[in-house]
C-alpha cells in the first residue's frame, strides 16, 4: 500500500540479509540522489540488527566515494532474530524517530522486504530495492547481484571445462540459489553445460548417468554438470554418477566465492539506477513499494505484491538448455 508522505527532511538506508555484488552502488545512489534532492541521509549499519541497536551513522555524498565498483556492502549485513518480534520492531522504530529519520530505504532479498513491510503497515514510509544474487525475488526481472554471480559461475565453469577436456573427466559444479535454479540455468546455459539442474524440474540419477554414457558413446569425452544447490548435493551425486558410470567424476562448490567480488557493469547501473528511484519514489509518496527491473525500466510494486510469494523460473530456457547440449 502507498502511505502519504510530506517531504522528509532526512532518510535512512540499509542493507539485509546475504550481501550482493552492486549493493554498495545502490547506496551510493540512495545517498547521492538524495542529497541533490536536499534530503539528508542516515545509513544504519548491520541492518535490522544495527536499527534496533541504533548503530547508525550520517552519510554525504564523500561517505559513497570510490564504493560503485566494491563487492559486499560498506553498511555491512546481519540477519535479525528479534526484528521479527513487535518487541523487535517496536524499538527499530522508536530507534528510527529518535534518529530524525522520517523514510526508509532497505536494500535486500526476501526476509528484508518481509521487515520492510512490517515497517510499513505500521505506520513508517519504507521503499525496497531488491539485492540478492538468487534473483528469486517476484515482480522484478533482475535483482541487484545476480548478473555478477552468474558471470562468477560462469568464470569458474569455463575454467573447468578446459580440465575436463584435458583430462576427460565428468565436472559437477554446484552453485547457489538456495532454493530456486535462476544462477544454475542461467550459467549453464551460457556455458554450454551438458547438464542442468534445478529444484523446479526433477531429475532421476539413473537417467542423468545413461544421458553422460550416451553422450560418451557418441565420442564426447568430458562432461560439466551445473546443479543448483538446492536440486542436490554435488558432492552426494558425485558419488554416484563415478559409482554407476565408472568415469573419472569431480566436483567443484562455488559457495560464497560467488557473493563477493566486483559487480558486472549491469548490476552497478541496475544498483544506481534503482538506489535513485527508491529517493524519487520516497519524494512522490509511494512507499510500501519496492523497486522492480521491467523491460528496461524501473517500476514501482507494492510490496504486500512481493511478500511471501515465489518467482517462477522460465523453464523454456531450461528446454533451450537440454536441446542444446546435445
Request: aromatic residues 6%; contains cysteine.
Amino acid at each position: 500500500m502507498t502511505k502519504s508522505l510530506s517531504r522528509p527532511r532526512r532518510i535512512g538506508v540499509l542493507t539485509s540479509g546475504g550481501d550482493a555484488p552492486g549493493m554498495n552502488a545502490a547506496v551510493r545512489a540512495v545517498v547521492r540522489k538524495a542529497v541533490y534532492e536536499g534530503l539528508l541521509v542516515t545509513g544504519v549499519m548491520r541492518g535490522y540488527a544495527g536499527l534496533i541497536d541504533g548503530d547508525m551513522r550520517p552519510l554525504d555524498e564523500r561517505s559513497v566515494g570510490d564504493l560503485i565498483h566494491r563487492g559486499g556492502t560498506f553498511l555491512q549485513t546481519a540477519r535479525s532474530e528479534r526484528f521479527k518480534t513487535p518487541e523487535g520492531q517496536a524499538q527499530a522504530r522508536a530507534r528510527l524517530e529518535e534518529a530524525g529519520i522520517e523514510a526508509l530505504v532497505t536494500i535486500g532479498g526476501g526476509g528484508t522486504f518481509k521487515g520492510a513491510l512490517a515497517l510499513q503497515d505500521a505506520g513508517f514510509p519504507v521503499v525496497g530495492v531488491p539485492g540478492s544474487i538468487d534473483n528469486d525475488i517476484p515482480e522484478t526481472e533482475y535483482s541487484i547481484g545476480f548478473d555478477t554471480a552468474v558471470d562468477t559461475a560462469l568464470d569458474a565453469i569455463e575454467r573447468l571445462r578446459d580440465t575436463a577436456w584435458a583430462h576427460s573427466r565428468v565436472f559437477l559444479v554446484e552453485v547457489m540459489g538456495r532454493d530456486t535454479g535462476f544462477i544454475a540455468l542461467a550459467a549453464g546455459l551460457a556455458g554450454g553445460a551438458e547438464t542442468v539442474l534445478i529444484p523446479e524440474v526433477p531429475f532421476d540419477v539413473g537417467e542423468l548417468c545413461e544421458s553422460i554414457l550416451t553422450s560418451y558413446r557418441k565420442g564426447k569425452r568430458h562432461s560439466v554438470i551445473v546443479v543448483a544447490e538446492g536440486a542436490a548435493s554435488a558432492a552426494d551425486l558425485g558419488r554416484q554418477v563415478r559409482e554407476r558410470t565408472g568415469l573419472d567424476t569431480r566436483v567443484t562448490v562455488l559457495g560464497h566465492v560467488q557473493r563477493g567480488g566486483r559487480p558486472t557493469g549491469f548490476d552497478r547501473t541496475l544498483a544506481s539506477q534503482m538506489g535513485a528511484a527508491a529517493v524519487d519514489f520516497i519524494l512522490q509518496g509511494k512507499t510500501g513499494q519496492m523497486t522492480a527491473w521491467r523491460s528496461g525500466r524501473v517500476l514501482a510494486v507494492p510490496l504486500e505484491e512481493v511478500v511471501g510469494r515465489r518467482k517462477e523460473i522460465d523453464l523454456s530456457l531450461y528446454e533451450l538448455a537440454r536441446i542444446l547440449a546435445i
